[in-house]
């Protein structure tokens, strides 16, 4: 009789508090009529205290549970913060948002911290199947998310593209994950790794050919050019905070899912999979940097960012250095303040329907709104690289990893497509500053959350940029490596 495994809930305990957070969501909201306000404080309350348990817990040592399949550690910790701190950005942009589209969906909300808790399984997998199992959950949410504003075709469109486009990409995933398992003999990482160890295996075709597959599923996810189609369509036609919370959570939990199945499982074929990454970057960063050039609507180009964002990002995954691993924590950080912070100031200044997305709609903004836009002034400087702002630091970082790592043709390719992004950022800031307005502002109501998510957005990224010595030791404790 094989024995049942041990049950350790307390290593799942931030994902527990989630789901039942989400359940008293849906439950509650039965209750609430169109008033749907009060879900928000439940969410976030719920976002509190899953990172209250997170950052209370004590790991000197990695903790594995459910026979192997989870891992509490430090790295899985510190994505844990990322993802908390992001989506209870996304409820503090939401709330006046839906009000303006008339969207009282109690569920809303609870498929945000749904999502996080896909978001969390993923950063805290130990075997391919958890990582499978995470994407799915975290897709799912993402999936009606994204078509939740059924009154607009454009969003219904949005989910249905990332549906089809999703489940596609999981097919990859999952045919890549049978031929590692064929080849091996185990879904576990450690398994894994020691079954590589025979030198025979590395020679199967097999094994490249699932690795392959595997890096398109978790590349889709993270928004890896080829596999970046769905992004600026997806990005355009879902609701804006769903975009926000689409933009940062999904990608930081790919990125984990990278480092764990390359770095621990698959480390013994790492020139081989460099390699690869090594193109995909390049290819990330241009096609996303030369694409947000064109574009005149704001949602597309902040989509084309992400998508170029993914390849500096890229770049320090295949260091597999301390240094690597820890500027990506840093910058997903970061990076998590400052797209927030840009979709909110978007959300806010959207008229009903999503209108005013073009870039010229928010020329003279910088007078009629000096405080809006000088948050999102901040937010464009930041990802554009302009010091002493976060973005700038964890660039700094990102290639100065990539230096040390020997990749300097890769850190010198990642600088000259950070000063190529610089004209499409600062071209919002000229707009908002030195164009004539061509709509007016005058209707557009500033309330409390919203502006409490910007401001934070703000501090973050300013506190990060100028004092980034703890948050950057606190990364560094967290590296995998």
């Not at 808790?117 to 990582?131: H, K, L, R």
């Not at 079954?195 to 890096?215: H, W």
């Not at 190529?420 to 502002?441: C, D, H, I, N």
Request: hydrophobic share 60%; aromatic share 12%; proline share 3%.
């Amino acid at each position: 009789m094989i024995p049942m495994p041990a049950i350790d809930l307390g290593s799942i305990s931030p994902m527990i508090i989630l789901s039942l957070m989400g359940m008293f969501i849906l439950v509650a909201d039965l209750f609430m009529g169109r008033k749907k306000g009060f879900l928000a404080f439940i969410a976030l309350a719920g976002l509190a205290a899953a990172l209250v348990f997170s950052c209370g817990r004590e790991t000197v040592h990695a903790v594995y549970s459910f026979n192997g399949a989870f891992v509490v550690d430090k790295f899985s910790l510190f994505f844990n913060l990322i993802f908390c701190v992001s989506t209870a950005l996304v409820v503090l942009i939401s709330l006046q948002y839906l009000d303006r589209e008339n969207l009282h969906l109690g569920e809303y909300y609870a498929l945000l911290l749904f999502g996080t808790v896909g978001m969390m399984m993923v950063a805290g997998a130990a075997d391919m199947i958890m990582v499978f199992l995470g994407i799915e959950v975290l897709s799912i949410c993402l999936y009606v998310l994204a078509g939740m504003n059924r009154r607009q075709p454009r969003s219904a469109e949005s989910a249905m593209k990332y549906f089809l486009l999703g489940a596609f990409a999981t097919g990859f995933l999952l045919y890549g994950i049978a031929l590692i398992y064929g080849v091996t003999g185990s879904i576990n990482f450690q398994k894994i790794a020691e079954a590589l160890k025979d030198e025979r295996l590395l020679l199967s075709p097999m094994l490249y050919i699932g690795t392959a597959f595997v890096i398109i599923g978790i590349g889709f996810k993270a928004a890896l050019a080829p596999f970046h189609q769905w992004t600026p369509d997806v990005y355009e036609g879902a609701p804006t905070t769903v975009t926000a919370f689409m933009a940062v959570g999904p990608k930081a939990a790919a990125i984990a899912a990278l480092f764990r199945v390359l770095w621990i499982p698959l480390a013994a074929m790492g020139e081989e999979w460099k390699a690869l990454l090594w193109v995909l970057a390049v290819l990330t960063m241009t096609v996303g940097n030369v694409a947000a050039l064109a574009q005149d609507n704001i949602k597309r180009m902040l989509a084309f960012s992400g998508i170029a964002h993914a390849g500096y990002i890229l770049v320090a995954v295949i260091t597999g250095s301390k240094m690597g691993s820890s500027s990506v924590l840093y910058y997903l950080l970061a990076y998590a303040f400052m797209n927030i912070g840009a979709f909110g100031v978007v959300a806010l200044l959207g008229g009903k329907g999503d209108e005013y997305l073009n870039i010229d709609d928010y020329a003279g903004m910088g007078f009629k709104m000096p405080g809006i836009a000088f948050a999102m002034s901040v937010f464009m400087f930041s990802m554009a690289g302009i010091p002493p702002l976060a973005g700038f630091v964890g660039k700094f970082y990102i290639f100065s990893a990539a230096v040390d790592a020997g990749y300097i043709g890769l850190a010198i390719i990642g600088v000259i497509n950070s000063v190529v992004s610089a004209y499409y950022y600062l071209r919002v800031t000229v707009v908002m500053y030195m164009k004539e307005p061509v709509r007016g502002f005058d209707g557009i109501a500033l309330k409390g959350l919203p502006i409490l998510a910007l401001a934070i957005s703000v501090i973050g990224i300013v506190y990060l940029g100028v004092v980034p010595a703890a948050i950057m030791e606190l990364a560094r404790q967290s590296a995998i490596f």
